[in-house]
């Protein structure tokens, strides 16, 4: 059903922070910066191989990764997977019982369309799905 | 000087459990499991595109598993960036500040060498370098 890991997410107090520290000890510049209105989010991805490490640094008091900041501190936010077909395979997970939080998708970074299934039916990770623009 | 995302580890209670309903819900079985004596921990990869999804279950009340499930509970527990030498990369990560946790590296799952650098040095992710054997 997946393809490859799109990204992983990280919840961050201050973007240019990280990305700052990523260049200077990971030698990895970011490729893609972008706020996301939907989510209330910076985010900013630095990509290794198929796979971007994405920071996600709150733009509002009341965006979802404030909450997660506030909560748990820094760290990893979720895991993102690659489909084809977002609507198919949210229908597919629904179906095998996954908790599906967006019945449909909602618009993403770069155009992609996203969708989110809930921690509760993954043994406690949150997982994406990230349908590319085609 | 990263290859690609290795694996993303899970620290979970069961990794039986675990395996079940990421078969049931996902589809994906795992392609490898074994048990990591230097580690107190038993572990099981489900491939996803380059990288694999890491399930880590402790083997012993003292493994560092088990002190990351009672304080935290289940969750993501670290990233894995792929490397050709490890001791190279080692050296130019504390050449570039980030502070190493093995000096050495450690003896991995299937015959790999595995170090990780410190959460306090990178943003509060714990990372891991992984060398497959050659």
């Given at each position: 059903m997946f393809d490859h890991v799109d990204h992983i997410a990280i919840a961050v107090e201050d973007i240019d922070r990280s990305?700052?520290?990523?260049?200077?000890?990971?030698?990895?510049?970011?490729?893609h910066r972008e706020r996301v209105e939907?989510?209330?989010v910076e985010i900013a991805t630095v990509n290794i191989g198929?796979?971007?490490?994405?920071?996600?640094?709150?733009?509002?008091?009341d965006s979802p990764i404030r909450k997660f900041l506030d909560?748990?501190?820094?760290?990893?936010?979720?895991?993102a997977f690659?489909?084809?077909d977002i609507c198919a395979a949210l229908k597919e997970l629904?179906?095998?019982g996954a908790e599906v939080i967006d019945k449909?998708?909602?618009?993403?970074?770069d155009g992609s369309l996203v969708a989110f299934i809930h921690p509760r039916s993954t043994e406690r990770v949150?997982?994406?799905?990230?349908?590319?623009?085609?």
């Open positions: 990305i700052a520290l990523y260049v200077t000890t990971f030698g990895q510049a970011p490729s939907d989510f209330k198929e796979t971007a490490i994405e920071f996600i640094q709150p733009t509002s008091g909560e748990r501190g820094q760290g990893i936010h979720h895991i690659r489909v084809d629904e179906a095998k449909s998708p909602r618009k993403g970074k949150l997982y994406e799905l990230v349908q590319v623009k085609g």
